[in-house]
């Protein structure tokens, strides 16, 4: 079965909201290498569900591939409709992780969620599939604890 992109080579506005995003994976090119992916977005937004105040994070996910990929302009499009849902940062974190993780069928996914301080406190959410498969490079993922103005 051939993939057909719903969004690759077409024009694409942010879905509405994170549950009508449609993701795409493609056939992974390399499906018998156990080898790591990661996406990072920096500017990751969303509204907090009480205040309706906007959310900022850094986000890290990093997988395995089994017989499938994630495809990046799906994968851009679905964190941006997080732009205006109304979500605690548990939930959007981990959502992201397990939505990726249940679609995608990935050996192992693990998703962390750096977000920036608002009422004097950053949060940290971190989520992961299981235990990642023997001899996967792990590299750190890169983001020191938040240290304010130093």
């Known amino acids: 079965m051939a993939f057909e992109p719903t969004h690759l080579g077409r024009?694409?506005?942010?879905?509405?909201?994170?549950?009508?995003?449609?993701l795409d994976y493609p056939p992974n090119?390399?499906?018998g290498a156990l080898y790591l992916v990661r996406f990072v977005a920096p500017e990751f937004t969303s509204l907090c569900p009480v205040t309706g105040q906007p959310?900022?994070?850094?986000?890290?996910?990093?997988?395995a591939p089994s017989e499938r990929i994630v495809e990046s302009k799906a994968l851009k499009l679905f964190l941006g409709a997080f732009r205006n849902h109304a979500a605690f940062h548990?939930?959007?974190?981990?959502?992201?992780?397990r939505r990726l993780f249940?679609?995608?069928?990935?050996?192992?996914?693990r998703i962390g969620g750096y977000w920036y301080p608002r009422g004097g406190m950053p949060i940290d959410v971190?989520?992961?599939?299981?235990?990642p498969p023997e001899g996967l490079w792990l590299p750190d993922q890169?983001?020191?604890?938040?240290?304010?103005?130093?």
């Open 55 to 63: 959310d900022f994070a850094h986000l890290v996910i990093d997988y």
């Open 142 to 150: 890169g983001v020191p604890p938040y240290r304010g103005r130093g």
């Open 29 to 31: 090119p390399h499906p």
């Open 126 to 131: 971190f989520w992961q599939s299981g235990p």
């Open 90 to 97: 548990e939930a959007c974190t981990v959502g992201i992780g």
């Open 102 to 109: 249940d679609e995608m069928q990935p050996h192992w996914l």
């Open 11 to 22: 024009s694409s506005g942010l879905p509405a909201s994170p549950d009508e995003a449609v």
